[in-house]
C-alpha cells in the first residue's frame, strides 16, 4: 500500500509540473481619482473647460503620471556559448634488478610492472533566443528622480489555447518618445515572460513519464 501511495504521489507531482497558470501581479494600474471638489465642473457657460480633460502647452502628451500609458518596443535577442576541454596523462613503472647469482637471484620479470592513465573530455554549449514586438503597460510610480516603475501583460486567446507577455521594470521619463514608446534594451530590473498554455504548448513539452525517467536516469 505505501508503494501503491508513494507512485500516486509522484504522478500527481509530475502532473502538476506540466500545468501551466499565468502569473499575476501585472495587471494594469488606473489614474487615481481626482477629488471631488474637481469632478463637478462649473456651470460658467464658458465653450473651453478644464474639466474635461486636457493635457497643457508645457507639459505635452507624453506619458509621465500614473495610469498613462507606455508602448514598450521589443527587441530583445541573446546569444551565449560556452566551450570546455580537459586532458590528462600518467605514466609509471617499477623494476628490480636482482643479483644474477646467489641465494637472493629471482627473475625479475616477476616484479616489473607498470601503469598508465589518460583523461580527455569536452563540451559544448551555445543558446540564442530572439523576441519582437511591442506591448503597451501603464506606469504604476513615479519616483522623484524622474524614474517610473511599468507593468502590463498582453493575453492573447486563440482557438488551440491562450498566450501572453508579461512586462515589468524601471524606466526614466526622459526616454519616452513622443509617441510615448520606449525600446526593451531601456527598461531597467526588466522582467520579460512568454509563455502560454493549451494543446500546442502541451505538445512542446515531454510528457510526465518521460520527465520521470529523465529524473530518475543515472545516465
Known amino acids: 500500500m505505501k508503494k501503491i501511495a508513494l507512485s500516486a504521489v509522484c504522478c500527481a507531482t509530475m502532473l502538476a ?3 501551466t497558470s499565468r502569473p499575476a501581479g501585472y495587471s494594469a494600474t488606473l489614474a487615481p481619482p481626482p477629488p471631488v471638489e474637481q469632478i463637478i465642473a462649473p456651470a460658467d457657460g464658458a465653450i473651453f473647460s478644464s474639466y474635461s480633460g486636457y493635457a497643457p502647452l508645457h507639459y505635452g502628451q507624453r506619458a509621465a503620471r500614473v495610469g498613462d500609458l507606455v508602448t514598450v518596443v521589443l527587441t530583445e535577442r541573446t546569444q551565449s556559448s560556452k566551450g570546455t576541454s580537459a586532458s590528462s596523462d600518467r605514466q609509471g613503472s617499477f623494476n628490480i634488478t636482482p643479483p644474477a647469482i646467489g641465494p637472493f637471484s629471482f627473475d625479475p620479470g616477476n616484479l616489473n610492472s607498470g601503469a598508465s592513465g589518460s583523461f580527455s573530455g569536452g563540451g559544448d554549449a551555445s543558446q540564442t533566443n530572439s523576441l519582437s514586438g511591442t506591448i503597451t503597460v501603464t506606469i504604476a510610480e ?39 514608446r520606449i525600446a526593451s534594451s531601456r527598461v531597467a530590473d526588466a522582467q520579460i515572460a512568454y509563455s502560454g498554455s493549451g494543446h500546442f504548448q502541451r505538445a512542446s513539452r515531454p510528457g510526465w513519464l518521460s520527465q520521470f525517467f529523465a529524473m530518475v536516469s543515472p545516465f
Open 17 to 19: 509540473g506540466c500545468t
Open 142 to 180: 513615479v519616483m522623484p528622480n524622474g524614474v517610473a516603475r511599468i507593468r502590463g501583460e498582453k493575453l492573447m486567446n486563440f482557438s488551440q489555447g491562450e498566450e501572453w507577455v508579461q512586462l515589468a521594470g524601471l524606466i526614466r521619463l526622459a526616454d519616452i518618445d513622443a509617441d510615448n
